[in-house]
């Protein structure tokens, strides 16, 4: 069985660097290719295609990196019978974090109030095409979204994993892990070893396909960058800004305090530990696909498998703070243009309801890129704004995408580093890099 230290020192020393050369380089192609063009197009076609591999390479391991995973972190907590506590922590933290996270939101949308602007008409007579959107939700309302946590019991293990259907996997895995610290002899000897070996296994792979972050980082983040240019962001500028001021306060105030205070960590040095998670959450814009470079980033900063195994593929499926508060921005920021251009007012209630909806349904949105547009439409059917306002926010929903889905997976790793500390754990928050250094010695 490779141990974690051999396996920490395969990774590339420059890795890092690596990465952010290729976001500058994204953001380079923004500025020197424009969509529509011969040559845009053609570098467009070859983004499409590294950046598509790239994905499916990290969501190919996703569901036997989950099994394995919460089988193993499952079977050591239920061995020393510490379940229900570190459980019933996960849940407090994730609904805590909501909390704080759509407050920070709530906050900004109403102290900068991007919607009150003379550009309302304009902006409403503009509306970009929602008919994929409105596909996606026809039939379904915001209680559906919260329904999916109904569907955690699956009827068919394989064909929940066919289609990645996490919670149900999250379930599966709990309940094969529990009974199988049940096993003893040379069964449970076994079974441990069959799992370690998978997941092992699929730590090696995730590793291997980070060697291509690079790549993948400079097609995906340069073919957003080719594709939305300045002129998307100009008219929208007021409601962007508003959006990021609020995820940077989660991100840069909210979450290192909670890891300073309560999870024993230098904030600075763990969030260093966790960057090459942080770099793919935004690259990417998917928390599932990021999934396995979020449990590896954990493991390197000091956090023992048992907690990495059951609390991180849960986050991953149900704590998405930035997205969240992104719900309840975006909604209000709609009900503002509304009211801006109708007189129809937005009343304290109708806010009320925008937040328990959007914690609610934050738990039922998958982690995949743009998710949120179809709880926002829910949320606007529910409080009675028109639907096809959401195609306002449709030209910088994507890289707004990137930055909520980054703080998603750091939210997800604070509390873990949190839990950790209170179970114990020594987070050393050992750097990547550090390990690497070590490695060049
Ligand atoms: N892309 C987000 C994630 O994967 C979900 C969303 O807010 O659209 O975490």
């Known amino acids: 069985m490779a141990s974690d230290e051999n396996l920490a020192k395969q990774m590339d020393r420059t890795l890092h660097w690596q990465i952010l050369g290729a976001l500058v380089l994204a953001a380079i192609c923004g500025f020197i290719f424009e969509a529509g063009t011969g040559i845009g197009d053609a570098v467009l076609s070859v983004f499409d295609f590294v950046g598509g591999l790239f994905l499916n390479a990290l969501k190919m391991i996703v569901v036997p990196l989950i099994l394995s995973t919460i089988v193993l972190g499952i079977a050591r907590m239920a061995s020393q019978d510490s379940f229900g506590r570190v459980g019933a922590k996960t849940v407090g933290l994730y609904l805590m974090t909501g909390i704080f996270a759509i407050a920070s939101g709530l906050f900004f949308v109403n102290l900068i109030a991007p919607g009150v602007t003379e550009h309302a ?45 996490l919670l149900a996997l999250i379930f599966v895995g709990v309940v094969f ?12 000897e076994t079974m441990t070893n069959f799992w370690t070996g998978v997941n092992d296994v699929m730590i090696m792979i995730t590793m291997w396909i980070m060697r291509f972050a690079p790549l993948g980082v400079l097609a995906l983040v340069g073919t957003v960058a080719i594709k939305s240019g300045w002129s998307a ?40 530990a966790v960057s090459r998670a942080q770099l793919t959450a935004f690259s ?118 990137m930055c909520r889905t980054a703080v998603n997976v750091t939210s997800d790793l604070s509390i873990t580093a949190i839990i950790a500390n209170s179970e114990g754990d020594a987070l050393d928050a050992a750097n990547e890099e550090q390990e690497d250094e070590e490695e060049a010695a």
């Open 121 to 165: 008409d304009k902006l409403v007579a503009n509306i970009g095409d929602t008919s994929g959107i409105m596909e996606r939700v026809e039939g379904r309302t915001a209680a559906d979204l919260i329904g999916i946590i109904e569907r955690a019991i699956p009827a068919n293990i394989f064909s929940a994993a066919a289609e990645t259907q």
């Open 177 to 188: 892990g529990f009974f199988m610290s049940k096993l003893q002899g040379s069964i449970a």
């Open 233 to 272: 962001f100009q008219p929208l500028l007021t409601f962007a800004i508003t959006v990021l001021l609020a995820l940077a306060v989660h991100f840069a105030v909210i979450l290192p305090l909670l890891l300073k205070f309560f999870g024993g960590v230098n904030p600075i040095q763990y969030y260093a």
């Open 284 to 401: 990417t814009a998917s928390s599932s696909a990021t999934l396995p470079v979020t449990i590896r980033s954990a493991e390197n900063a000091g956090v023992s498998k048992r907690i990495t195994g059951f609390v991180l593929p849960l986050g991953a499926t149900v704590n998405m703070d930035g997205t969240a508060l992104y719900e309840c921005v975006v909604v209000i920021f709609i009900a503002q243009i509304l009211a801006t251009t109708s007189g129809v007012e937005f009343t304290i209630m109708q806010q009320l309801t925008v937040v328990i909806l959007a914690l609610l349904t934050s738990i039922g949105v998958a982690g995949v890129p743009a998710a949120s547009l179809v709880a926002i439409t829910l949320i606007l059917t529910a409080v009675g704004l028109p639907v096809e306002f959401i195609g306002i926010v449709l030209a910088v929903d994507r890289i707004l995408d």
